[in-house]
């Protein structure tokens, strides 16, 4: 199983960014895809999940209103659409993985899930 995020980079507070996550190896369309963040010195969190069918999302309460997050089958990738960035976002974004409840993500532990990609880091300055 292969996860390759990319689109990240050095965008000013205020300012969007789109990530997406290729996935390879496994049946895209029977895994729950979302994306998590890990700022220098902190943990990995929760930003948002999104259902097989791409019809029911989940999101952190920091980044709520601001990022989406979408999936196209046809095509294996999952986006994270980043508007209206600040520099708390600043983080490694990682893409993943599982078949548990896109509801459920928001309170499992990284580790727990099944798959894992390498991550893109999204830098945003003031």
């Known amino acids: 199983v292969q996860l390759q995020a990319s689109g990240g980079g050095l965008v000013q507070a205020g300012g969007s960014l789109r990530l997406s996550c290729a996935a390879s190896g496994l049946p895209f369309d029977q895994y729950v895809m979302g994306w998590f963040r890990q700022a220098p010195g902190k943990e990995r969190e929760f930003v948002g999940a999104?259902?097989?069918?791409?019809?029911?999302?989940s999101y952190s309460d920091s980044v709520k209103g601001r990022f989406t997050i979408s999936r196209d089958n046809s095509k294996n990738t999952v986006y994270l659409q980043l508007n209206t960035l600040k520099t708390e976002d600043t983080a490694v974004y990682y893409c993943?993985?599982?078949?548990?409840?896109?509801?459920?993500?928001?309170?499992?532990?990284?580790?727990?899930?099944?798959?894992w990609g390498k991550g893109t880091l999204v830098t945003v300055s003031s």
């Open positions: 993943a993985a599982d078949t548990r409840s896109a509801g459920s993500w928001s309170g499992m532990s990284y580790y727990a899930l099944g798959y």
């Open positions: 999104i259902s097989r069918g791409g019809i029911i999302t």
